[in-house]
Structures are given as C-alpha cells and as structure tokens.
C-alpha cells in the first residue's frame, strides 16, 4: 500500500510521530521512520512522507541487499537518484543512519568489566554487527573480567569464515589474557549456531581446559542482535570452565 494523503490528514494516532511517542520507535515499520526524518507533508509525485519512506524503500530493495543492508551503506548521491529526495532530505537520512551506527560503536580506551553476552556484543558490535562478510574475532580479559583488547583474527566470504584453535590461543597468550570470549557474525542476520560453530566451539572449550584459559562465551551478532552459545547448548556442562 502506497500513502497519498498528507500526514497532517491522518487521525492523529495514526500519524509516525505521535506513534513514536505513544508506543516507541522500535514498533514504527521503517517507512514511517523514514517519514520522520523526512518530516513533510506532501512530496513529489503526490506522495506523503510515509509514503515516499515506502518508496524509498522500494528503490532501495531493487539491489541485491536487503532494503535495510543498502540504507545502512546509501550516500547522499544514492539517495538523490529518487525522485522526491533532495538535499535536505539526502543528507538527514545519512546523519540518522551514520548516528545509529555510533551508538553501538564501542570506545576501546574505557576499560569497562565485560561481565554478559549483551556488554560483549557491544564491545564487538563495531567490528562484527553490519558487516556483510563473516568476521571472526575474540574478546581478551583479565582476571577481573575487564577488557585488555579485541582483534578480528579472520574475514571470510558471505557465508563462512575459518578459524583454527592454534590462532585464538596464540593471540590470547600474546596478550596477556587470562580470560576470553570468541564470537563471529552471520551477515545473513540468521542468528542460529551451524554444526561447525559448534564443532569449534567444543574444540576451544577443550583447549580451554588444558591451558587454563577459561572460554566465557562463544556469540553470534547480526542485524542488531546477538545469541550467546554458552545460553542455548549444554556445551559449557559439558566442558566446564575454571572461571
């Protein structure tokens, strides 16, 4: 469905930015944010700003991406392309879209306790959450739990990456670590461990005990989410770590 009237002849519950208000951003369908941002009333083609949000998207979704893969990479010039979307419009949607990533942009200088999988993914998010290959990468604690450094070991392609146990104990060794969590992200947004995610994981948990480096958590991040293995498998019954 297209919108043709004017947000101003919504019924007023109906209308994004008193939906927003009302029940939250995180229950506004993209279209509406983006008639937010774009905050007019009427646009090119007859179009309200929902709707030209709708079309936005529309435009968007013709590539090979998802809608929301392109919005999170889209430039002014991309935008502009769209008929309704000038300059104005252009450059607030790329500041919103550049802020959100901000937000989960961790500051490696704060020598925070990372003490959850949710503090461990922020600490990644970064690195691993929006990527469109899969990246693997550690997280290296001491014995407090707070954070001495994080590296990305791997970059592979859309759907894999590879890893050997040798590297993530080798860099952790490096480091002085006396704790760490691995985790990769599924660019797919498909937040479900693979057989081989948990084969490695089995093995690492393995090394973990000879070497006395206790593994915390294995995660998973994509699209704005993460899964904690250490939550969903018995791995860690099985294979108990001395923390």
């Given at each position: 469905m297209t919108y043709s009237l004017r947000i101003a002849d919504l019924p007023i519950s109906e209308r994004p930015r008193?939906?927003?208000?009302?029940?939250?951003?995180?229950?506004l369908t993209e279209a509406e944010l983006l008639a937010i941002l774009i905050s007019t009333g009427q646009t090119k083609g007859n179009l309200s700003a929902i709707g030209l949000g709708q079309h936005i998207l529309q435009e968007l979704g013709k590539y090979q991406r998802?809608?929301?893969?392109?919005?999170?990479?889209?430039?002014p010039r991309e935008l502009m392309s769209i008929p309704g979307i000038g300059p104005a419009k252009a450059a607030t949607i790329v500041?919103?879209?550049e802020l959100g990533k901000r937000t989960f942009k961790f500051r490696p200088n704060e020598r925070v306790a990372v003490d959850s999988p949710a503090s461990a993914a922020a600490v990644l998010s970064h690195d691993l959450?929006?990527?469109?290959?899969?990246?693997?990468a550690i997280v290296m604690l001491d014995v407090k739990n707070?954070?001495?450094?994080?590296?990305?070991?791997?970059?592979?392609?859309?759907?894999?990456?590879l890893i050997h146990p040798r590297e993530v104990f080798r860099e952790t060794i490096r480091q002085g670590a006396t704790k760490l969590i691995i985790a990769h992200n599924h660019p797919s947004g498909n937040l479900e461990p693979s057989s081989e995610d948990i084969?490695?994981?089995e093995q690492l948990l393995q090394?973990?005990?000879?070497?006395?480096?206790?593994?915390?958590?294995?995660?998973i991040l994509g699209n704005g989410d993460h899964q904690s293995?250490?939550?969903?498998?018995?791995?860690w019954q099985r294979y108990p770590q001395s923390e």
């Open positions: 008193e939906r927003l208000m009302a029940v939250g951003a995180k229950n998802s809608p929301l893969d392109m919005l999170r990479d889209v430039n500041a919103a879209v959450m929006w990527q469109d290959q899969e990246r693997f707070r954070l001495l450094a994080t590296k990305i070991l791997t970059i592979g392609t859309a759907t894999e990456t084969y490695l994981t090394g973990s005990q000879c070497l006395d480096i206790p593994l915390l958590d294995h995660l293995l250490r939550q969903k498998t018995d791995l």
